[in-house]
């Protein structure tokens, strides 16, 4: 069974950075995608970032240039440097990772609140 764990997510002020961890118990080369989305209160869940498994990334238009997606295949684990922090970042942030058959994964969550 494949688990997804977050970490890294915590209260900084605005302009400030973070990094969150997703740590996956399975291979994650039995991963087609893998990505990070986010939930703010009172909104839908939305993705932030995407990496496909030796393809491309994809960045939603908010954070492009601000947030950046990676993975260690070694560490099983994928990655999401937020830098340049704002408010709107507000949510909790999910790690996600879709099997090459197209079964969803998903993380707890952690929350990721940053002050004005």
């Known amino acids: 069974q494949v688990r997804l764990v977050e970490s890294g997510g915590g209260l900084v002020q605005a302009g400030g950075s973070l990094r969150l961890s997703c740590a996956a118990s399975?291979?994650?080369?039995?991963?087609?995608?893998m990505g990070w989305y986010r939930q703010a209160p009172g909104k839908q869940r939305e993705l932030a970032a995407q990496?496909?498994?030796?393809?491309?990334?994809n960045y939603a238009d908010s954070v492009k240039g601000r947030f950046t997606i990676s993975r260690d295949s070694a560490k099983n684990t994928m990655y999401l440097q937020m830098n340049s922090l704002k408010p709107e970042d507000t949510a909790v942030y999910y790690c996600?990772?879709?099997?090459?058959?197209?079964?969803?994964?998903w993380g707890q969550g952690t929350q990721v609140t940053v002050s004005s």
């Open positions: 996600n990772a879709y099997s090459n058959y197209g079964n969803p994964y």
């Open positions: 990496i496909i498994i030796g393809g491309p990334t």
């Open positions: 399975g291979s994650i080369f039995s991963f087609y995608t």
